[in-house]
C-alpha cells in the first residue's frame, strides 16, 4: 500500500528551526513529485513547497527563503527543513505525492497524503 | 500570485439538495484544477482534477466544470458522508495555491 508517514514536528519557540521527515512506501521518492501542504488551527489547507523529481524545488511565498525540502533517495525520505519560524507557521504539515500526466493538458493531483506531523510555535 | 476564491464560506443544506460551490481565480489558469474534500478530522482525499475529470473511486454526484478562471464543483445529491470542507487548488504554475474553503453541513 502506497503511504507517507510524517514525523518531527513539535513544540518550539518563535526563531527556531525544526526537520520534518517524511517516510515513503511502496513508490519511489526518487522519481516522484511529492509535496507539503499545511493546515493551521481551525483554517484552510496551505500549499507549501514541492520537488520534482529531477531536484528542482519551488516554496510558497510565506516560506521562501527559510524552509527548505529536500529527500534523501536511499532512505526513501523527503524533508522539509524549517527556520526562523513564527507563529504564524503553526499548523499541522502534511506530505502528499503528486500524480502527473497528460490528458490534452498536464495534470497535477495530490493522491496520497500522511496523516500529518503538528508543529507549535510559540514562547 | 494567482488567487482563488471560494464561495460560499459555509452552506447548509438538505440531503439530497443539488449543492453548487464556485472557484474563481483572478487570472485565466486553464483547466489547471483540482478538488479536495476533506471530512471532520481527516485527510484531505482527491475528488477531481484537470477541472472536471472524476478520479478513481469518487462517486458521480460529484462532478467539477469550468476553464479559465470560472469553476464549479457540485454535488448532485447531498448525502450525509459529504460533510466537510471543500478546497480547490490551482497547479498551473508554482507556487500552487488551494481556495479558502468551503464548510458543507446538512441542514
Known amino acids: 500500500e502506497v503511504q507517507l508517514v510524517e514525523s518531527g514536528g513539535g513544540l518550539v519557540q518563535p526563531g527556531g528551526s525544526l526537520r520534518l521527515s517524511c517516510v515513503a512506501s511502496?513508490?519511489?521518492?526518487?522519481?516522484?513529485?511529492v509535496t507539503w501542504v499545511r493546515q493551521a488551527p481551525g483554517k484552510g489547507l496551505e500549499w507549501v513547497s514541492i520537488?520534482?523529481?529531477?531536484?528542482?524545488?519551488y516554496y510558497a511565498d510565506s516560506v521562501e527563503g527559510r524552509f527548505t525540502v529536500s529527500r534523501d533517495n536511499s532512505k526513501n525520505t523527503l524533508y522539509l527543513q524549517m527556520n526562523s519560524l513564527t507563529t504564524e507557521d503553526t499548523a499541522v504539515y502534511y506530505c502528499?505525492?503528486?500524480?502527473?500526466?497528460?490528458?490534452?493538458?498536464?495534470?497535477?493531483?495530490?493522491?496520497?497524503w500522511g496523516k500529518g506531523t503538528t508543529v507549535t510555535v510559540s514562547s | 500570485d494567482i488567487q482563488m476564491t471560494q464561495s460560499p464560506s459555509s452552506l447548509s443544506a438538505s440531503v439530497g439538495d443539488r449543492v453548487t460551490i464556485t472557484c474563481r481565480a483572478s487570472?485565466?489558469?486553464?483547466?489547471?484544477l483540482a478538488w479536495y474534500q476533506q471530512r471532520p478530522g481527516k485527510v484531505p482525499n482527491l475528488l477531481i482534477y484537470?477541472?472536471?475529470t472524476l478520479h478513481s473511486g469518487v462517486p458521480s454526484r460529484f462532478s467539477g466544470s469550468g476553464s479559465g478562471t470560472h469553476f464549479t464543483l457540485t454535488i448532485s445529491s447531498l448525502q450525509p458522508e459529504d460533510v466537510g470542507s471543500y478546497y480547490c487548488?490551482?497547479?498551473?504554475?508554482?507556487?500552487?495555491?488551494f481556495g479558502h474553503g468551503t464548510k458543507v453541513e446538512i441542514k
Open positions: 502528499a505525492r503528486v500524480i502527473r500526466g497528460v490528458k490534452i493538458y498536464f495534470y497535477y493531483y495530490m493522491d496520497v
Open positions: 511502496e513508490f519511489n521518492v526518487s522519481s516522484s513529485y
Open positions: 484537470a477541472a472536471s
Open positions: 520537488i520534482y523529481s529531477g531536484g528542482f524545488t
Open positions: 487548488q490551482r497547479y498551473d504554475s508554482t507556487p500552487w495555491t
Open positions: 487570472q485565466g489558469i486553464g483547466n489547471y
